[in-house]
């Protein structure tokens, strides 16, 4: 569904990708971009910057302090993603490189509660038959969704 970005374009990122030291801040960019233009896949839609609960997008924002609808209005006024990253920079909790990497960690190796798995299989259904949900981490998840990873 989404493709590595290069140079800029609009394509949302590995979920992996990082900007700052920030995981998941290319693809948070790329995904508000894509809805500014109405191409963000409708199942992003709903989520897309969502401030509570426990998706990536939260998160990140619960990580970083930020504004929700202030981001969205950086991302889309900023002229690249090196403008967006020192807004962030102004605006963010100040974190560490090292405090960076550890939510990285963090993020990379969560597991969900049983009550995530269920919501993932609800979510994902034609993935849900080919892995077990409830041992792959969210970035994996996505890889495996949007086919950057083979589920065969």
């Known amino acids: 569904m989404f493709e590595r970005?290069?140079?800029?374009?609009?394509?949302?990122?590995i979920?992996?990708?990082?900007?700052?030291?920030?995981?998941?801040?290319?693809?948070?960019i790329d995904k508000v971009r894509l809805h500014a233009q109405g191409t963000l896949p409708p199942e992003y839609v709903g989520n897309l910057l969502k401030p509570t609960?426990?998706?990536?997008?939260?998160?990140?924002?619960?990580?970083t302090g930020l504004d929700a609808e202030k981001l969205r209005e950086a991302i889309l006024a900023a002229k690249g993603d090196d403008a967006v990253l020192a807004?962030?920079?102004?605006?963010?909790?100040?974190?560490?490189?090292?405090e960076k990497e550890a939510w990285a960690d963090e993020?990379?190796?969560?597991?969900?509660?049983p009550?995530?798995?269920?919501?993932?299989?609800?979510?994902?259904p034609e993935l849900a038959g080919k892995v077990d949900l409830a041992?792959?981490?969210v970035l994996d998840m996505i890889d495996m969704d949007e086919g950057r990873i083979s589920t065969r």
């Open 15 to 28: 979920p992996r990708a990082r900007l700052g030291g920030y995981l998941l801040l290319p693809r948070l």
């Open 5 to 13: 970005r290069r140079n800029n374009d609009v394509r949302a990122p």
């Open 107 to 113: 993020i990379a190796t969560y597991r969900p509660t």
């Open 87 to 98: 807004w962030v920079e102004r605006h963010a909790i100040p974190h560490t490189a090292s």
């Open 115 to 124: 009550e995530m798995v269920e919501y993932r299989k609800k979510i994902y």
């Open 135 to 137: 041992s792959i981490s």
């Open 53 to 63: 609960g426990s998706t990536l997008d939260s998160r990140f924002l619960s990580f």
